[in-house]
């Protein structure tokens, strides 16, 4: 995330569309929230 000029803390929106467009938010999700296995 610090390509995108993120601090620990911030808020990041994720979208998404078609058809399985709320796994792949959950799992976008789970891997921000999970530090990338780098935390």
């Known amino acids: 995330m610090m ?3 993120l601090d620990r803390g ?3 929106v994720l979208t ?3 058809p399985q467009a709320e796994e792949a938010v959950g ?3 789970a891997l ?3 530090g ?3 935390v």
């Open 10 to 12: 911030d808020e990041v």
């Open 27 to 29: 799992r976008l999700a």
């Open 36 to 38: 990338f296995g780098e």
């Open 16 to 18: 998404a569309t078609g």
């Open 3 to 5: 390509s995108l000029g």
């Open 32 to 34: 921000v929230e999970s």
